[in-house]
């Protein structure tokens, strides 16, 4: 299982740092993708890193905004929220996927469906 941490409430403009750990299986080699779903709406893909770190992908909305990292050594895997809006109001989630998932930097969000372990979440509210 992944474990989220992290979330918390922010004034709009803050930052936060989403950390996902995995404490069952080593998370190197594991494309780690982070999710999040707002309130009465899908969850979508936010940002994406491949098993080596050497790649990562961001969707529009979050790009410069958001840091996707990941140190294997601790299996953990982070996502650097800055310049927080009120928008980015959701509950996030990180996945993992194996090798036949790719991370290349396209814009294009990660697909829920190509990752097969999750995490619970953790709560991001951007006051407003």
């Known amino acids: 299982n992944l474990v989220e941490s992290g979330g918390g409430a922010v004034h709009p403009g803050g930052s936060l740092r989403l950390s996902c750990r995995s404490f069952?299986?080593?998370?190197?080699?594991?494309?780690v993708g982070w999710f999040r779903q707002a309130p009465g709406k899908e969850r979508e893909g936010i940002a994406c890193?491949?098993?080596?770190?050497?790649?990562?992908n961001y969707v529009d909305s979050v790009k410069d905004r958001f840091t996707i990292s990941r140190d294997d050594a601790k299996s953990a895997v982070y996502l650097q929220m800055n310049s927080l809006k009120s928008e980015d109001t959701a509950d996030y989630y990180c996945?993992?996927?194996?090798?036949?998932?790719?991370?290349?930097?396209?814009?294009?969000?990660?697909?829920?469906?190509?990752?097969?372990?999750w995490g619970q979440g953790t709560p991001v509210t951007v006051l407003s």
């Open positions: 996945a993992a996927g194996d090798s036949r998932v790719v991370c290349v930097p396209t814009g294009a969000p990660p697909i829920t469906g190509d990752y097969s372990y």
């Open positions: 069952d299986y080593r998370l190197e080699n594991y494309v």
């Open positions: 890193i491949s098993g080596s770190g050497a790649s990562t």
